[in-house]
């Protein structure tokens, strides 16, 4: 009896949810089994071949992981920010979060020169393919997001430079679910990130 109660509050919480979080949610959940087959594929496609080419990981994929970390603290300011409802620094670590993205996205496609300077290439062996493949993957998603944080980011300018807008903006629990379900997204790709290159970096 229990049980059944648990499962019908289950399903209570998930009709109570807003279409955007549902689409989400189920985005996130489609997103993680394609990361996890091409993870999978990528663990069983001969990585000793990769190893054996005795290189290291791209300086650039080092340096984008330490930006995207810290665009994740980034992302984790703008709801503080909110709910301290200061728009001006709601709207700077916006714009900070996105530059720093767009900062990893580039580093991301200079990481896969690097992988052709080092012998690595798409078409070479199957493991060094996994990375471009995984690498690109990855930053669709990302970008997927950065292109939702600018559309954000212009609504929320506008709404900032009216007293009774910025009020409403304030106070609107939608813009507030926005913001959170953009925050998790990102995190959620933070942490997809942080797998792939632990991976990476155990790969060579």
Avoid: C
């Avoid at 229990?2 to 955007?20: A, G, K, V």
């Avoid at 709801?79 to 530059?99: C, F, G, H």
């Avoid at 506008?158 to 629990?173: A, E, G, H, Q």
Wanted: zero cysteines.
């Amino acid at each position: 009896m229990t049980q059944q109660n648990d499962q019908l509050t289950l399903f209570q919480r998930i009709e109570r949810l807003h279409p955007f979080e549902t689409m989400l949610y189920l985005g996130m959940l489609g997103s993680g089994l394609i990361f996890m087959f091409l993870t999978f594929a990528f663990l069983v496609s001969s990585r000793n071949l990769l190893s054996g080419m005795n290189q290291t990981v791209p300086a650039a994929f080092v340096v984008s992981t330490f930006l995207l970390v810290v665009s994740g603290f980034s992302a984790t300011t703008i709801r503080i920010a909110y709910q301290e409802e200061n728009t001006e620094k709601l709207l700077s670590t916006l714009r900070n979060t996105v530059l720093l993205g767009s900062s990893f996205t580039i580093l991301q496609v200079i990481g896969w020169f690097e992988l052709k300077e080092k012998g690595i290439e798409f078409t070479g062996i199957p493991s060094g393919s996994f990375l471009y493949v995984l690498s690109g993957v990855h930053i669709f998603h990302l970008v997927g997001a950065m292109i939702f944080a600018l559309i954000l980011y212009v609504q929320l300018a506008k709404s900032n430079k009216d007293v009774v807008k910025r009020l409403i903006l304030l106070t609107n629990p939608f813009e507030k679910m926005r913001i959170r379900l953009f925050t998790f997204y990102w995190h959620f790709m933070d942490g997809i990130w942080l797998i792939l290159f632990l991976l990476f970096v155990l790969s060579f």
